[in-house]
């Protein structure tokens, strides 16, 4: 009678909730987030219950900020890049145009200084956050018509995601803000002309291969996306210990989980779509230097005056640097090869 | 007086100890084994001990498979491509030449069924194994002469690791075994012509550029080589459920730290490297082929009368077909984008 009540005493039970900034229909980007709230319960014996809830069901994708700021709810499972007109400094929190690959953004989070000085910028807001996802690289989008020139993209109603807007604006695009169960009827009804969203699996979810033929690559403006639990500071703070560490290796869990779901889920579908007539298109150089020239400058903009944003683009982008030298060697050298190889029918 | 020793008797104190296949001298390879277990003894209230041991204090890394079969130690964090001796299937839990990279192997590892497999292969020895680190591609070794065509390899007395010594000696090459701390001795005094350890940052610990000059690329044989926490399967059968989960995810949270350190350490001291006369190559073209027919003549060899070896084969590289199909589109067009304005100075 002693042993068995002891455990219910030594930890307290604690229930959260968590506010997926995706719907239930993606079992990537909003399924992981189960898969960190089941890993949880497991260290903690099911003491700290996180219950999931599906973007819109509490809040909605784009209040979920201040709903964790002001505990409301306890975690948002989301980009942080959906907060940038708030302050753009919460795009590193994602990735940024023309930034990291996921390798290079969980190298950049984990060891390269890039999450302790996201937390200190997330503080302002009463809030820690750790990595609790990845995409990939993203593909560019579906167009009804071929894109060849920079010409071409003059003027095209685009649903693209935050950040990445205001880079193709600057090249002539009209960006159009959209929520993922919205793009379907807006490519249908001609509301917009193109639309990006994530990849060939959740893209094929939202039915986009229905609604137009050229589906282009590579999403630049998301180039290794991460999804960060965003967690209410004070509430963190009065965690045990113990329960802080399970937050934390269960959301490292969930960031490789996540991108071993797309890597895993998006071949097949890629195949797919190739046979019943999607074709594949990569942006043409002009357009891809472009929108890398229109990048650049919106960050010596914005670093001018947002010390936050400064000091996370300075280190992010330095880190840039220094991983494309690295990545161009062997990674990439063993990744030519094994993809003429597979182009050659040899694998 | 009744809350607190009810904490410590709720779970029970357990220590364990851990040797790792490497020496306290790599604080990466070895030095994650360290993260895991620091991060075993957070989850669990400092309950659960695991003690990390460096190569030949408690076992040597060679006997690290049957000092965890018999239960003389509790975990080795190692390669299992060590005892393909044994057992060639054993290789797979490591990756095999012209395999998966990185990220394709904790695809495989985790969503793809792979991990599973291991497991129904290692419950033959009474072990359990979680994916606990990852060095990325290895740069392919250090020559002291240029070796431009597939006659330079005849005769070269090379140290390679285990698996990868089988495909080269098929080529003409005469492969030697030497545990890390010999290396560079061997290459002083003419035992071996070139050798090959990990990458810039490992072996320049072990002063491979003050004996050779050439430092090629890519390893193709060790192109994503995850390091396994390889557990007694009794001891681990015998443990709490929590515990279990804190070791899943402390080992998952290894795994990515383990990457991000190389990711972050590699770049500088490759600078530095080429700085001070080390002189970069890529293997090449007929290298590379000849070495890859010879690897895929091993594999059908070895899956004629090895069942264990036929199913994680034929596993692993359908996987890794598919991978190469995905990761060649949006992945591939991103990082040779940016590889190319790094090149040219706009990063």
């Known amino acids: ?31 992981t987030a189960e898969v960190f709230a089941e890993s949880v319960r497991e260290l903690t014996d099911g003491k700290f219950d996180i219950k999931v809830f599906p ?42 145009p023309f930034g990291l690959n996921q390798r290079m953004m969980n190298a950049w989070l984990y ?12 503080s302002k807001f009463n809030i820690i ?13 579906w167009f009804r018509r071929e894109i ?10 685009f649903r693209i995601g935050g950040f990445g807007g205001e880079i193709v604006r600057k090249i002539g695009v009209n960006p159009v803000s959209l929520p993922a169960e919205r ?18 699996y959740d ?42 560490a399970a937050i934390r290796s269960a959301s490292a869990l969930a960031n490789s989980v996540m991108m071993a ?11 797919e779509l190739v046979q019943f007539g999607t074709v594949l298109r990569p942006y043409s150089s002009d357009i891809m230097l472009a929108c890398f020239n229109a990048a650049k400058e919106t960050y010596t903009e914005l670093s001018e005056d947002n010390e936050d944003f400064k000091a996370l683009h300075d280190s992010y982008m330095s880190y840039r640097g220094e991983a494309y030298l690295w990545f161009q060697i062997s990674e990439y050298a063993q990744d030519t090869f094994l993809m003429l190889q597979q182009r050659a029918g040899r694998l």
């Open 1 to 31: 009678a002693l042993a068995a009540p002891a455990v219910a005493q030594s930890l307290p039970n604690i229930t959260w909730q968590l506010s997926s900034g995706y719907p239930k229909l993606l079992d990537t980007i909003y399924g």
């Open 55 to 96: 973007d819109g069901e509490l809040v909605n994708a784009l209040d979920g900020l201040d709903a964790v700021q002001e505990g409301k709810i306890d975690i948002a499972s989301t980009a942080s890049n959906y907060f940038w007109e708030k302050d753009p400094a919460f795009a590193f929190g994602t990735g940024v």
């Open 111 to 122: 060891e390269g200084g890039g999450l302790d000085l996201l937390n200190k910028f997330y």
């Open 129 to 141: 956050g750790f990595p609790a996802g990845n995409t990939g690289a993203q593909m560019g989008g």
């Open 148 to 157: 060849n020139t920079l010409d071409d993209m003059q003027g095209i109603k």
């Open 183 to 200: 793009i379907y009827g807006a490519m249908e009804n001609g509301t917009v002309d193109a639309a990006e969203f994530v990849g060939p």
């Open 203 to 244: 893209d094929d979810k939202l039915g986009l291969n229905r609604v137009a033929k050229y589906y282009y690559y590579p999403g630049w403006w998301e180039g290794g996306v991460t999804v960060m639990n965003l967690i209410n500071l004070e509430k963190w703070n009065a965690l045990p210990k113990s329960y802080q």
């Open 261 to 271: 779901r797309y890597d895993t889920l998006n071949p097949p579908i890629l195949r």
